[in-house]
């Protein structure tokens, strides 16, 4: 058993209403010294077996095809330490 | 400038059904050898200045106070490495 990570961002051209607003909220609530937020999404991908090369380009292949949207979004795959 | 990562997951104990749906789905398309998947939520919050443990203690309570809903949502920060 493994657990691979899979963090999907808005690519960087691509506005982010979601960071903003968060970002225009923060001096509101008292908090200052933040440029700019963005938010995207993260999934925990509990494989059966280990973690290995063949596993990974599964998960790779799982967040081209189902977990990101590769026109507006990247990705990132990695294995998470136990 | 340093940009600081907050990763919010549902607590273990909370049903996640968008990772659920995820984790049903993949068979249909055809991927094997995943128990289980859960779906949360990652910001990158620019800074200013750096990443001290002052900014941090910041970060920390900005998570905690709009980020994440801590009745149902654990959270991590961590400094992104350069």
């Given at each position: 058993m493994a657990r691979v990570i899979v963090e999907v961002m808005l690519k960087p051209e691509i506005l982010d209403p979601q960071g903003q607003a968060i970002a225009r909220a923060l001096p509101r609530l008292g908090f200052s010294g933040v440029s700019s937020v963005r938010q995207g999404k993260r999934f925990e991908v509990e494989l059966?077996?280990?973690?290995?090369a063949a596993a990974l380009d599964e998960v790779r292949k799982m967040a081209e095809t189902?977990?990101?949207?590769?026109v507006i979004e990247d990705y990132a795959v990695r294995v998470e330490e136990q």
């Open positions: 059966d077996g280990p973690a290995d189902l977990l990101a949207n590769t």
